[in-house]
């Protein structure tokens, strides 16, 4: 090994640098050290083929035509951040890019480029149930890059590590060698903290093959684009200022999408590829058909199409569940026999609500004891969270009253007319719950007909 390498531990100049990693070759660490000396506008230039970076080392020469991007993007519940629902990807290889860069057909606005880019999302499946809790939001129902699948923790770890090790073929010199892989987000260090330290446990770095991060947030900055010394840029101030729309935002695929779409654009911002002159479409004309394309060519790598919360087949959507003698032994144990047969345990919602305010409690507490003055909702969007947000839509009033009537329980299971909605939930003590209940009755319960059908329950709301 090259002596030099050495000085790999201490790059820690650079906060897109990604630290040390034993697993990493020569060639590799080589090619991290002449990214580490880069701005984030520079680095990307190189990962689109558009400029080569001009200090790279010999032995790491041909490795670094051969970079994949990775952007990256995760969901969590909001009422309960810990719990990972949703991980977005978009990737390309810059080889695939290359022709067009080569030949000067970009297209417009850069549309055969970004036609390379592959995108997916992952509905984590133990959070499959977990309401989105938004009412203007379609939740993951809304996605528009690639298609969804579900995926097992197991599964998104095992998915993951197919993507970050990727061996490259067909090239002799690098035989054995992998695709160095560059990681793009918005605000990444977050998503990247919250694949390792949360359910998914998926540490990037430790993949030997991540050589750079670039944040949009900082290549706005960098091209010229943004220009708030003290306030980064948002997606959607992005997007918009980029004259395209952040559609059905939130749902981990389309921030990748939108992240990905600006990230090209920024890169390509005086290029002649976007001159009113020389393009017949527009920028949001682009976009959409980037999605379209995206859900046109998806080839899936791995997980399930389809998943039912309720009993855990993978054959079916919840909607289309006929599952029976189902027992979710967390209900049952708490005496909520009638529940207890409407879902598996894995899918238990109350377990979740437990989890989300004991979570809530117990930040709360180490907030009271560093001396702070109590929220008057944990989540600081008061209002929304006491008065809108969550009791209109989705009462765990309304859930029990939807499990009971929607489960297909044997008759002596059934709910009487009317269901149980909010009296079954005040009955159960836990005051703070109650609330939740008398959604239904205070004309928020009905509205969201649209965020039901959202989580794959579309066919069902007559029912109500
Ligand atoms: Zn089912
Ligand atoms: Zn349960």
Not at 38 to 43: E, G, I, M, P, W
Not at 230 to 241: A, F, H, P
């Amino acid at each position: 090994m090259d002596s030099n390498y050495n000085m790999s531990f201490n790059t820690g100049f650079n906060p897109n640098a990604p630290p040390f990693s034993s697993r990493m070759t020569p060639p590799m660490l080589a090619l991290r050290d002449a990214f580490a000396n880069v701005d984030d506008v520079t680095a990307w230039n190189h990962c689109l083929g558009l400029r080569r970076l001009n200090n790279i080392p010999p032995m790491a020469n041909d490795l670094a035509d051969h970079i994949i991007v990775v952007c990256l993007d995760c969901e969590h519940w909001s009422e309960n951040t810990d719990e990972t629902t949703e991980i977005g990807f978009g990737t390309f290889k810059t080889q695939d890019l290359r022709p067009f860069v080569q030949s000067g057909n970009f297209g417009d606005h850069a549309e055969n480029l970004m036609k390379q880019i592959r995108f997916y999302l992952l509905r984590t499946i133990p959070h499959s149930h977990l309401p989105k809790t938004n009412p203007n939001s379609r939740g993951v129902e809304g996605n528009r890059f690639g298609q969804a699948r579900f995926a097992t923790f197991t599964e998104a770890r095992s998915i993951l590590g197919n993507v970050f090790i990727q061996p490259i073929k067909n090239v002799a010199s690098l035989r054995s060698q992998n695709h160095p892989i560059v990681v793009l987000g918005q605000d990444i260090t977050h998503d990247r903290d919250n694949l390792k330290d949360k359910d998914v446990a998926f540490d990037v770095n430790g993949m030997g093959t991540v050589i750079r991060y670039i944040d949009t947030q900082v290549l706005a900055g960098e091209a010229g684009f943004w220009n708030h010394r003290n306030e980064k840029v948002g997606l959607r101030s992005l997007v918009q200022r980029l004259w395209f729309q952040h559609s059905d935002p939130h749902t981990a695929a389309n921030d990748v999408g939108r992240t990905l779409i600006s990230a090209f654009q920024l890169a390509l911002i005086n290029h002649p590829c976007k001159k009113l002159e020389n393009v017949t479409k527009s920028m949001l004309q682009v976009a959409d058909g980037i999605e379209a394309h995206s859900r046109a060519t998806f080839q899936s790598l791995g997980g399930s199409a389809q998943y039912c919360w309720k009993c855990g087949s993978r054959e079916h959507m919840i909607a289309n569940c006929r599952a029976t003698g189902l027992r979710c032994e967390e209900c049952w144990s708490k005496g909520r026999f009638q529940e207890a047969g409407t879902h598996i345990t894995l899918h238990c919602m109350w377990r979740a609500q437990e989890k989300a305010q004991a979570r809530r409690a117990h930040h709360e507490e180490q907030r009271r004891r560093a001396g702070a003055q109590p929220r008057r909702s944990y989540r600081g969007r008061g209002q929304n969270y006491q008065g809108y947000s969550i009791i209109r839509n989705l009462p765990p009033g309304d859930f029990t009253t939807w499990y009971l009537t929607h489960a297909n329980l044997p008759p002596s299971h059934r709910p009487p007319s009317g269901g149980r909605g909010g009296d079954g939930w005040a009955s159960t003590g836990r005051g703070s719950w109650t609330g939740y209940g008398r959604g239904r009755g205070d004309g928020g319960g009905r509205g969201d007909g649209r965020g039901r059908g959202g989580h794959g329950r579309g066919g069902s709301s007559s029912g109500w």
